[in-house]
């Protein structure tokens, strides 16, 4: 007779211990969720408020099947009442659409924290246990926040270093075309007095052209473009020295 009474009080502190388990379990969970809701309300973007809703809610439906386990159906009904709203949040077009669902479902997950805790009322020895365990979830709620700013800041630091990665190419490109265009308009100019030269010496039947090429030297480095105009600068140069050469065997 005393084995069973033994063996009957080891089983009701086993599922009282491992109901508590869960409910401890769906506590921390619902915490998580109220705090990615409340995250995803705050936002200031559809992005960030769909990035944090979608967490909470992923957390909302892990948390049920503890609370069945734990038994507080007030606060799984909460729980699944706010999943549901949570899931019309992604499909949302705009912010104020998702806001919406959002703050109805932070309400409620607010709501399903207080219903646990109702379901969960510990006596004195467990209430130690109990606050400890507040303290650690509110130190994992915190280590989480953290994690979620070192991931928006590095996610901002790489947007950042695209943009000036673009504005320095801008400004390349930018630099190349200005001295494209100073080389060009030097050319032109080395042309014109030459021509003029030329003409001064009664050599009009040998005036000098610009030769048209379709080459793009816009992809070519600063050094590059330099050294091509460069050459072509000398073989004007050329051209015209050739021809003030004729001239004098005439």
């Given amino acids: 007779m005393e084995k069973h009474y033994f063996f009957l009080c080891f089983a009701l502190s086993s599922l009282a211990f491992y109901g508590q388990t869960a409910c401890d379990g769906a506590n921390s969970d619902l915490i998580y969720a109220y705090s990615h809701v409340k995250s995803s309300y705050n936002s200031n973007n559809i992005s960030h408020l769909k990035y944090y809703a979608n967490r909470s809610l992923e957390v909302f439906e892990r948390s049920k099947k503890k609370l069945k386990e734990c038994g507080c159906e007030t606060a799984f009904d909460m ?15 705009t912010y104020e659409d998702g806001r919406f669902f959002v703050k109805r479902a932070r309400d409620i997950a607010q709501q399903s924290v207080t219903e646990l805790d109702k379901c969960t009322v510990p006596t004195k020895d467990f209430q130690v246990n109990n606050d400890r365990d ?8 915190e280590q989480e926040k953290l994690k979620q700013q070192q991931e928006e ?13 673009e504005q320095n190419d801008m400004a390349l490109q930018l630099k190349k075309e200005e001295l ?5 308009s030097a050319i032109s100019s080395n042309i014109e007095s030459y021509n003029n030269a030329l003409k001064v010496c009664n050599c009009n039947h040998a005036l000098i052209k610009l030769e048209e090429k379709n080459t793009d030297v816009s992809e070519k480095s600063i050094e590059d473009i330099k050294s091509y105009y460069l050459n072509s600068l000398k073989g004007l140069t050329s051209h015209y020295l050739a021809q003030l050469n004729l001239c004098d065997r005439k």
């Fill in 79 to 93: 729980a699944y009442e706010a999943a549901q709203l949570l899931s019309k949040v992604e499909s949302s077009e």
């Fill in 134 to 141: 507040a303290q650690l979830t509110s130190l994992q709620i």
């Fill in 153 to 165: 800041l590095k996610r901002r630091a790489e947007e950042i270093k695209i943009k000036m990665a």
């Fill in 180 to 184: 494209i265009n100073s080389y060009k």
